[in-house]
């Protein structure tokens, strides 16, 4: 089962127009959140209405799941918690989203909402402890935007802006893998990362670059290998192996990821600027 995960795409159109070329070569193509931007000068009402049309497009190709981030909330409940309306919206367009477990092969996939205080935060307890005692295939991933506290995934260079909650459920179910974004620089800093383990979890954030492509992580869920790519460089780790750190510099790639880098290649053009936007 090979799977794409991006996350942060902030309505860059040009990297929601690299993902409609890879998505075909997945089985699954994982977006963790902050698909749009609120500090873009589009209306959020238009924005909407475009990235609908990318899902629509994606879902056609493939199986899609889409959680929501900081940037995507359009509307606030009886409650006052800022919720993301469209996405829970999404019924119509076969994009697994917030609320909703999917499963694929032996994976279940559990997809966590954006949380702005105690009604969604609760929301997501249940779901998680829910779907802890449905029967279960044999591993178990979430889409979570915001990574987990204290983690070199969440290190913003000078403290952590990660998730407490997400530490204490992660201790709690054990899952197998968190697939995360939000902090778009800690992949790129001094004593950051794109991936961690919390005792037997694997967690990710994929960070966040302007231009095509976005920074991504290809797995082989088969083989148990994840290769991250981002014009910082390109790194792979074996998920079958303890937690080492520098990852491996990718020496040897497997046919499949030739095939992809292929089929996405950038139009000539200026390279991906390497300053990430700032966290959110
Ligand atoms: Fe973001």
């Given at each position: ?108 996939f ?30 178990w991933i979430w ?33 197998d893998m ?103």
């Amino acid at each position: 089962m090979r799977c794409l995960v991006v996350a942060d795409l902030h309505y860059s159109l040009p990297q929601f127009d690299w993902l409609v070329s890879a998505a075909p070569h997945f089985d699954l193509v994982v977006i963790a959140g902050d698909a749009l931007d609120i500090g873009s000068i589009v209306d959020f009402r238009a924005q909407i209405v475009v990235v609908r049309k990318y899902l629509e497009l994606l879902a056609g190709k493939t199986r899609i799941i889409l959680c929501s981030g900081n940037h995507d909330l359009d509307e606030r409940d009886e409650a006052g918690e800022k919720i993301s309306k469209w996405i829970a919206a999404l019924d119509d367009l076969h994009v697994a989203h917030d609320g909703e477990s999917l499963t694929v092969g032996d994976i279940v996939f559990t997809i966590c909402p954006w949380w702005d205080g105690p009604r969604v935060k609760e929301q997501i307890g249940k779901q998680l402890e829910d779907a802890a005692h449905a029967p279960h295939p044999s591993r178990w991933i979430w889409v979570h935007h915001a990574p987990a506290l204290n983690s070199p995934t969440s290190w913003g260079g000078k403290r952590s802006f990660g998730d407490a909650e997400l530490v204490q459920w992660i201790a709690a179910y054990q899952p197998d893998m968190v697939l995360s974004g939000h902090v778009h620089q800690s992949p790129f800093v001094k004593d950051g990362s794109w991936y961690d383990r919390l005792g037997k979890t694997w967690v990710f954030n994929v960070g966040q670059q302007m231009g095509r492509p976005p920074t991504h992580i290809m797995m082989d869920l088969d083989q148990n290998k994840a290769y991250w790519f981002s014009a910082y460089g390109e790194q792979s780790i074996d998920l079958d192996q303890p937690l080492h750190r520098p990852a491996q510099d990718i020496t040897s790639v497997p046919d499949w990821l030739i095939a992809v880098s292929r089929a996405t290649a950038p139009a000539p053009g200026p390279s991906p600027e390497m300053v990430p936007i700032p966290s959110g």
